[in-house]
């Protein structure tokens, strides 16, 4: 009788699987928040090519130019600046490789060149706070747990320079405390999608009511969060 061999080699994938496994590869190459304004901005090229009885798979530059054109006096530059991507993206999903949303195309190019021209390309973002908005802030917290937690995170975030998703993102391993202050990992944000990370040092501030590492320390203590210098706290 002869004895079963067994290989101790993985199965190979089938042809679906791999396909499937490439798929998903491929939906994860955005941020959600990317796919779904590509998903937003393709319905909207679609219902402007069904009221103006014109195809939108595949499309024109023609077309296109004549689409933002017409959204150019609602939307921003860059905002039709994606638009023109997303059509891209749409066009190249279902294997039309010459997208007639590239501004290669003599058209587009020169009709995008022209709502520069005309409504700018600046980005209107929120204004800035500034030191003496901290202090305010500051000044009118809770006087509890949650107003010290308060406290750290609006100073932290402000020394850092962090965005509100980053500063939800850190947790009681990215805090290394030191006699110079604390460093802070970020291990993913929207500038870094591939999750390189980066650390940020941020040093004891001049003022004892506004010092970024003084209010981390605080609440962490009052809290009896006991974890967060990996056992190392100095200072």
């Avoid at 991507?85 to 995008?112: C, D």
């Avoid at 209107?124 to 006087?143: F, N, V, W, Y």
């Avoid at 975030?157 to 500063?167: D, N, P, Q, W, Y």
Wanted: charged letters at 25%.
């Amino acid at each position: 009788m002869q004895p079963h061999l067994y290989s101790l080699a993985p199965k190979p994938s089938s042809l679906e699987e791999l396909i499937q496994k490439a798929k998903t590869f491929v939906a994860a190459a955005k941020a959600p928040a990317t796919l779904k304004a590509y998903r937003n901005d393709w319905r909207d090229f679609e219902f402007w090519c069904r009221e103006h009885q014109s195809p939108s798979l595949p499309s024109t530059p023609e077309s296109v130019a004549l689409y933002i054109a017409d959204r150019a006096s609602t939307l921003a530059s860059g905002t039709i600046a994606r638009r023109l991507t997303s059509i891209t993206k749409a066009h190249q999903a279902a294997g039309f490789t010459n997208s007639p949303a590239t501004t290669r195309h003599f058209v587009v190019g020169e009709t995008l060149k022209g709502i520069r021209r005309t409504i700018g390309t600046a980005q209107q973002g929120k204004a800035p706070l500034l030191s003496t908005d901290i202090r305010r802030i500051i000044a009118a917290r809770r006087e509890d747990l949650l107003g010290l937690r308060d406290s750290a995170l609006v100073l932290v975030g402000f020394a850092g320079g962090f965005r509100r998703s980053e500063l939800a993102g850190i947790h009681l391993c990215d805090l290394k405390f030191s006699a110079d202050g604390v460093v802070v990992t970020v291990r993913k944000s929207k500038t870094d999608q591939e999750g390189a990370g980066r650390e940020v040092g941020l040093p004891f501030g001049a003022s004892l009511d506004t010092c970024p590492v003084r209010a981390l320390r605080q609440w962490l203590d009052r809290a009896a969060i006991r974890e967060y210098a990996s056992g190392q706290v100095h200072g």
